[in-house]
């Protein structure tokens, strides 16, 4: 791996400690401020959008410095500066993530808790953030000058990315965020626990990418949760920067770049706050992993490649096929290689067992809270176990969620990808319900129902920033499928 020279270890313990005591004087002040008033736009405001944008930067320095410390005790050494450390942002958000499920299973998933926390790794890992900046300075300052083409290449990244930011700035009002992806980190924060909450059967979805929005809602701003999804976006477009720009050259990675941002999908859900693009940043991740090794044939990438199988399929059950199918390349690739069948299996064993490892305390909290380690999957609100599972709420009828699914035998797991596109209809909640007669009916969430947080008010159900417009409660309030998460 490269070395660069850097400052003596008093200075970087002095940066580190600066960063910390600023970080926790800012967290500290705005988490007192009053709330600001409703349908207002303000300076204030704008201050209070700067406090989003920082406290990402936060994480991402944190995410940074730990992936780096952890790659660098492994021996790991990359092409680029850039290589480094976004695969450095991968592993410590994910560090990040499981990090905080343990929090959450032992109950101790308190905001002031997970703030000083980050202050304290921030601080504690400033030796490898700021060597990582100083690399990527390095690598920027001796690269050949943009061609024409390539400055044109840039201008179109920024004219896409920028409305994506702009819109990653407004409440929160994306249906499945409203419902799961976001309400079901605000309630494992307001209950200091991840617990099963049967009456939204999506917050007991592998959910690590999202988990991260704790960070920000630990602070009151749901913004901050978006818009650390939006930097998951960033992230798998220098994902796909560096890969391509390292194996066919720089205008080629600029152009992939691009590509990935004209795609309607990315700019719909990269300014909301949902985890589909952490999942595919770490399938991503991993897909590049499997290029390092079928090139290099390092069984350490290997292992790289299935720690990063695993941080996504923490994220998405969907992330299973993606197991699957990169289990199937490298038996491919070893077959072809070797033409030996028990280094076909042990490589098979390594990237799924090490995969399942690191996504495993996902699916062991379903299997021992719900006897199903896929829930609702393959068998509705029964579980493995063949018991019904009850809710916990009156408000909410068992019919909700049985059902949901193609079946329950090996052939629907391998078909639920297509099933899930083309048969969507059947995991609908809407055609569930009227399917199987009358269920109680759910109660909208009341938009000033809120619980008393690190001196703010915090939506159970968060629909916007409590200290700016309440937009998105106007739009979940129209919504009643969104509106059905927490019954009030």
Known sequence: MRTFSFSSTPRKLLIGASVALVSAVLLSVYCLLPPLPDETATPLMMIDRLFDVWLVGVFTLGAVGVGRWLLRKLSFSFHSALAESVLAFGVGAGVFSHGLLLLGLAHLLSGPLVLFLLVVVVGLTAKEWSAAGLELLAEWRT????TRLERALVCGLALLIAPV???ALAPPTEGDALTYQLAAPALFLERHAVLPVLENTGANYPLGTGLLFVFGLAAASPIAAQLTHFLFGLALMVAIYGLARDNFGRPAGLLAGAIYWTSPVIGLEANAPLLDLGWVFYEFLAIWMFWEWHQTR???TLILMATFLGFAMSSKYLALV???TLILFVMVDVLVTYRRAWIVIESAIIVGGVAVVVASPWYLKNQIWLGNPVYPFFGGAYGLDGQIHKPTSAA???????????GTDLGALLLFPYNVYVHWQSFDPVKVRSNLGTIPP????NCHQSVAYGGRGLPLIPGCHPRSCRSGWKTAAVHPVACASFPG
């Open 396 to 406: 909410i009828g068992l019919a909700e969620w049985v059902g949901a699914g193609m």
């Open 322 to 324: 993606g197991l699957g």
């Open 143 to 146: 690269r050949a000058r943009l």
């Open 442 to 445: 759910l109660r909208a969430p």
């Open 298 to 300: 390092s069984r350490r």
């Open 165 to 167: 930011f702009l819109g």
